[in-house]
């Protein structure tokens, strides 16, 4: 008898453990695993701690390819993403802003760090070595290239592609938005995602 009392608190709690996944937190929306876009990959963050696509579970992720000597369209859309969590309140903290470096040659894990300080504080900065970069942006889809003026060889500037994705509590692609997303389509679409019903 005695050890039935075990085994059945044993099976309480190993009832229990997928309980977790229902608070505040979770991804109400799931991702679809089957479309190639994420997955895994390990960077930098300005602390100089690794951050990999396991490290980021738990909250739907707001990711962003840029660089920070982009001249307009980076620091636009940063601070769209950072009026849509601001708009939001509490429910910001549902979501993990996250802003990968396509430009590792100058956007050391310093310079991103101190690049964001502009945006929205909940934001993750993110840098590596090119092979560590290019195998995030690969996992993402997300093109880019380094445009090298003739007569100005040290002031290159990168071309990229601007899309915001979304991703599930796991990493997993639920949608993007286009370049150029203003911060009340991302509100939108944030809201959507707490709130799936009303969409």
Sequence with gaps: MRLLIPIALALLLAGAVPLSGCGETACKVKGDAAVPIGGAFELTDPSGKAVTNETLKGKYRIVYFGFTFCP????????????ALDTLGK?????????????????????VGKYLTS????????????????KAAGAYRVYYARE????????YTMN??????????EGRYIRHLDPNSSSAVIEKALRDLLDPGSA
């Design 72 to 83: 307009d369209i980076c620091p636009t859309e940063l601070q769209n993403i950072s009026g």
């Design 160 to 169: 990229h592609s601007g899309y915001v994705y979304l991703m599930d509590c």
């Design 119 to 134: 945006f929205h504080p909940s934001f993750i900065g993110l840098s590596g070595s090119a092979e560590q970069v290019a």
């Design 91 to 111: 429910d910001a903290d549902r979501f993990t802003p996250v802003f990968i470096t396509i430009d590792p040659e100058r956007d050391t894990p310093d310079v």
């Design 148 to 155: 090298v003026p003739a007569d100005a060889p040290d002031a």
